[in-house]
């Protein structure tokens, strides 16, 4: 039995070149200042992920071979049969009735936590508790933990985010499946998170796989694939088939549901930290956006105003060679309004034609400017050049440098 479920490795693939073309747009926008941003963020995560380790430390109760020793066997057990060298820091957690269990990581260290609730539930059949520890070994062993905060920009997209936590979840099932001694005890596993730390004895699995049909659905479609989890009617499905060496064959999804959830991102990416790293991304790619979109709205302000500047010199230029004197505005026929709304006013100056483009661009000193400067050489032709005040190079076109 391969260990990996059939879609994560190509979405993982999906997921990282996402990411880091993500990762790279924002290197290449904030520059030297992404230093600061990723410390920024690195902070904050270690503040909202202490907590949760801190509490686990604090409230639960560890795991070792002086306490719980049967729990330390298991888990050792599990480790050496999945290939897991580093054996995690367990934990007995107490957490108010829910079955079952879950991995963290923090500053490189993992961490698998068991609910008492579950442990309790499952004490007479050991090797049903070996799907919950080998599950979550599943999520230490293919580093799904080490790997979030790279995946974390592509893990907010529609559809492809949550598909990918979904299969994350199947290969750990797999891994879970793999820990149990007895295959049918991965069901039994399976039973007490769906029917509590009592029924699972007595509960119908084949009767509970069945209602997997129902999720053809356009309600059961639609919120399985904006969720991180699938259905665990299907979950249950999938290793009974795993077990028996079949094929696993899943309800099709609705198709409506598929371009609903199109338009739904992901936000439960990030793990106990989720909301602090969402905010710190949406500030990044503020701090990105916000800059970019000025930018860009500068750009266009200045190239009305270059062509308004462009149209005004070549008139006075006309009215200086048929002339020879230096005319107002209006003897040249430059209008007022020209270049509104990105020229707030045309001047020129009645000693040499320099003409002043005041911009609506708005700056510490004023109003953005255009300045065209007139000359002329020893044969009477006149050149224009173009200079600015108060306005960004970058927004300027080549000959206003």
Known sequence: MDLVYKNEKTLFVLMLVLSLLVWA??????????????????????????????????????????QFPDLDRQILACCAK??????????????????????????GRDFLVLYTDVVDGL??????????IGHEIGHIKRKHLSWA????????????????????????????LAACEQAINAEFGMAALAA????????????????????????????ELVGDYPWLVKRMAAVRALAAGQEVQQPRRHWLAALMALFVPRMGAGGAG??????????????????AYQAYQQKAVVASAYAAGQGASAKVEAYLVEHGSIPTLAQAGVQASAGAPAVRELEIDPKNATLRVLTSIETKQGAGVLVFEPSMDEEKNISWACSAEGIMPDALPEDCR
């Open 123 to 132: 004490h007479d059949n050991p090797d049903a508790l070996n799907f919950y």
């Open 82 to 107: 999945l290939g897991l060298e580093r054996e995690p820091e367990a934990y007995l957690l107490q957490m108010g009735g829910s079955l079952n269990a879950f991995a963290t990581r923090f500053l």
């Open 25 to 66: 747009g924002l290197v290449l926008g904030l520059g030297w200042a992404v230093l600061s941003y990723a410390l920024m963020f690195f902070l904050f995560y270690c503040f909202a992920q202490s907590a949760l380790i801190s509490y686990i430390k604090g409230t639960g109760v560890r795991i070792t071979a002086e």
């Open 196 to 223: 509590g730390g009592r029924r699972w004895r007595t509960m119908n699995k084949s009767a509970y796989i069945e209602q997997s049909r129902e999720t053809e659905g356009f309600w059961m479609s639609f919120h």
């Open 149 to 176: 905060t790279v995946l974390l920009p592509a893990s907010m997209l529609p559809l492809v985010g949550a598909a990918y936590s979904r299969a994350r979840e199947y290969t750990c099932d797999r891994h879970g």
């Open 274 to 291: 989720g909301v602090v790293v969402l905010a710190v991304m949406a500030g990044i790619l503020a701090a990105v956006g916000i800059p």
